[in-house]
């Protein structure tokens, strides 16, 4: 069972520099988000898609970008990394947006 | 707006011991609630979903309950084990998946 699998695991970016972190549900769920995980910060909703073809903001989405062509796949990209950005990101996926959520083992984004 | 805490923040207990971790929450009207074990360096392990209807959920030496009209929900961890050392978080979904920060477990052996 792959459930939700995120790539890469871990990555490290020069400021300025772009990126994809990609995510993937063989779960054919409805509803993916993005979130990114800071001490002392908890979990922050980056962007969410209530479907393909469907995205919306969350709480943080400055400096990234998501789009939603696929029911299996949801890449978030960073268009010009800042070290604010460093950080761990995970991926989510659930049948509809207010069911149980399942998680990715997450990408843990160093910017230097 | 909904808002959830997570008491105690960290918590460290002997092996065998049975302990209870708390979560509260400010709006009552929550469609459901879950529970998560998130290990260092990992990613979160949904252990128990409640749905608003449940009074609680059991699953091996866990049980969940919650208290919609208190905003209350609490994860009973029965004898516990130092594999049980992890952090454990609460959530309810909202407009988005509200998280509490978490309790920290450490079960000394």
């Known amino acids: 069972n792959a459930g939700v699998t995120q790539t890469p695991k871990f990555q490290v970016l020069k400021t300025g520099q772009s990126m994809t972190l990609q995510c993937a549900q063989d779960?054919?769920?409805?509803?993916m988000s993005w979130y990114r995980q800071d001490p002392g910060m908890g979990l922050r909703l980056i962007h969410y898609?209530?479907?393909?073809?469907?995205?919306d903001q969350g709480e943080v989405p400055n400096g990234y970008n998501v789009s939603r062509s696929t029911t299996e796949d949801f890449p978030l990209r960073l268009l010009s990394a800042a070290p604010s950005q460093t950080s761990v990101y995970f991926c989510?996926?659930?049948?509809?947006?207010?069911?149980?959520?399942?998680f990715g083992s997450g990408t843990r984004l160093t910017v230097v | 707006k909904q808002e959830v805490t997570q008491i105690p923040a960290a918590l460290s207990v002997p092996e065998g011991e049975n302990l209870v971790l708390n979560c509260s929450f400010t709006?009552?009207?929550?469609?459901?609630l879950q529970w998560f074990r998130q290990d260092p360096g990992k990613g979160l392990t949904s252990l128990l979903l409640?749905?608003?209807?449940?009074r609680e959920q059991t699953s091996g030496r866990l049980n969940a309950s919650l208290d919609k009209s208190s905003g209350r929900s609490t994860l009973y961890i029965a004898a516990s084990q130092p594999g049980d050392s992890a952090t454990y978080l609460c959530?309810?979904?909202?407009?988005?998946?509200?998280f509490g920060a978490g309790t920290r477990l450490t079960v000394k052996p």
């Open positions: 409640i749905q608003s209807s449940q």
């Open positions: 898609s209530v479907g393909a073809g469907i995205t």
């Open positions: 779960m054919n769920h409805e509803y």
């Open positions: 709006d009552s009207a929550i469609y459901n």
């Open positions: 989510a996926s659930s049948q509809a947006q207010l069911a149980g959520y399942t």
């Open positions: 959530a309810v979904p909202y407009n988005d998946m509200r």
